[in-house]
Nanobody
Framework: QVQLVESGGGLVQPGGSLRLSCAAS????????MGWFRQAPGKERVLIAG????????YYSNSIKGRFTISRDNAKSILYLQMNTLKPEDTAIYYC???????????????????WGQGTQVTVSS
């Protein structure tokens, strides 16, 4: 059974940083591309970052490019999202996600993801 457990969210001031983690279990982690989605209040959940099973072919949405970094540790089955220069508009629930098929070449299409964690709240406010 796939389990994705996010942690690391919280309240941070504008310009600050947070590091999200996602502990994965129940599947062969290093066979699957992974991603981070977020859902802001009143908006749909959207893919903001993704990377292939081996850590390359990294995708970032324009809204976070240059500020956030996605990475993975296949030995520990953990996905990370380093978030720097946070803005109030980054306030959202952040979800870790797994692709539905192994060994895909790209990780930039929301339709390729079919499992999500419970989410972690990130609030950027002074």
């Amino acid at each position: 059974q796939v389990q994705l457990v996010e942690s690391g969210g919280g309240l941070v001031q504008p310009g600050g940083s947070l590091r999200l983690s996602c502990a994965a279990s129940g599947f062969t982690f290093d066979d699957y591309g992974m991603g981070w989605f977020r859902q802001a209040p009143g908006k749909e959940r959207v893919l903001i970052a993704g990377l292939r099973w081996n850590g390359d072919n990294i995708y970032y949405s324009n809204s976070i490019k240059g500020r956030f970094t996605i990475s993975r540790d296949n030995a520990k089955s953990i996905l990370y999202l380093q978030m720097n220069t946070l803005k109030p508009e980054d306030t959202a629930i952040y979800y870790c996600a797994k692709q539905q098929r192994p060994l895909l070449v790209l990780a930039n299409d929301e339709r390729d993801f079919n499992s999500w964690g419970q989410g972690t709240q990130v609030t950027v406010s002074s």
